[in-house]
């Protein structure tokens, strides 16, 4: 009786953890400024390796606003990965 | 009706040439930075990257460190790389900035016709693959990315490799 007691309380616990985890990963929006995109057949790379950056889920890129609006998973990417990203693809963070 | 009849053969017979990017390469004949002639058809046999790209286009130049990783781990295995300017820039510049890097593929000066034969896309870098029997198998806008190589360029290279096994098993039997 005690065992099944213990099995169901840990079960709860790790139910009800899994619920905790789900709703605080949340899902954020940043605009990060990017410098030197004068060219604008070229800066549609900058949108692609965001775009191919695990937990992006979208990302606008405008050269003539020299602007990411990127939409993200917290959990999975840090806004220090995406800037390093757009960094690779040949563009400067503007800080 | 002859319309429809006509294009319904059309779509039976030539499939993959309809729907896909699939076909022959245009003949391409450059003079390379070093003025060596760059010919096309010189790499029948090997699966070529065209990258056009600049020199004032920053991912093309963030991207070129890879491309002479990728030249050195998989000329081996029939990988060939030619980098053509697009638009038109000035040689010496271009190779200032090529021997910079070290680039280890011909590079060579492009035309605005030259892209156009290949490829509508504005988009910059842009890389056109051509397969072993310089047919185009796609092409790459923007930044080529790792996973990109691996899904569309390595299944190229490992298929020529194994023919070429195939081929080298045959002549020693």
Same mark, same amino acid.
């Given at each position: ?20 985890? !789900?709703?605080?990963? !949340?899902?954020?929006? !940043?605009?990060? *400024? ?9 800066s549609?790379?900058v ?5 191919? !950056? ?24 840090t806004?220090?990965?995406? *800037? ?12 | 009706?002859?319309?429809? $009849? ?11 040439q ?7 390469? =245009? ?7 070093? #003025? ?8 029948? +046999? ?17 991207? $070129? ?9 998989? +000329?081996?295995? #029939?990988?060939?790389?030619? +980098? ?14 090529? &021997?910079?890097?070290?680039? @280890?593929? =011909? $590079?060579?000066? +492009? ?8 490829? &509508? ?8 693959? $051509? ?5 185009? &198998?796609?092409?790459?806008? #923007?930044i080529?990315? =790792? %996973?990109?190589? @691996? %899904? ?10 194994? %023919? #070429? %096994? ?6 020693? @039997?």
């Open positions: 009786m005690l065992k099944r007691v213990t099995n169901f309380a840990l079960t709860s616990v790790m139910v009800l953890a899994l619920g905790v985890m !789900t709703a605080f990963a !949340t899902t954020k929006t !940043t605009t990060i *400024r990017v410098t030197g995109m004068n060219c604008s057949h070229c549609s790379s949108a692609k390796a965001l775009k191919a !950056t695990p937990g992006v889920q979208e990302a606008e890129v405008s050269s003539e606003k020299g602007e990411a609006v990127i939409t993200f998973d917290d959990e999975k990417v806004e220090a990965k995406l *800037r390093e990203v757009i960094n690779g693809a040949g563009f400067k963070v503007a800080e | 009706m002859v319309q429809v $009849i006509f294009l319904t053969a059309l779509l039976a017979l030539f499939p993959a309809i729907f896909s990017q699939e076909r022959k390469a =245009p003949p391409l004949t450059l003079k390379s930075i070093e #003025g060596q002639t760059v010919r096309l058809s010189d790499y029948r +046999g090997k699966v070529v990257l065209i990258n056009f790209w600049a020199t004032w286009c920053p991912p093309c130049r963030a991207e $070129i460190p890879d491309l002479i990783k990728f030249q050195k781990e998989y +000329g081996k295995d #029939g990988l060939q790389i030619i +980098g053509v300017t697009y638009p038109p820039e000035e040689r010496a510049s271009v190779r200032r900035f090529t &021997r910079r890097l070290k680039v @280890n593929y =011909p $590079i060579a000066l +492009g035309t605005r016709e030259i892209k156009a034969s290949f490829s &509508r896309d504005e988009t910059l870098p842009l890389t056109v693959i $051509i397969d072993r029997e310089g047919v185009i &198998r796609g092409t790459i806008a #923007g080529l990315l =790792p %996973e990109e190589f @691996n %899904e569309q360029i390595k299944p190229l290279l490992q298929q020529q490799k194994l %023919e #070429g %096994e195939i081929k080298d098993a045959q002549k020693s @039997n």
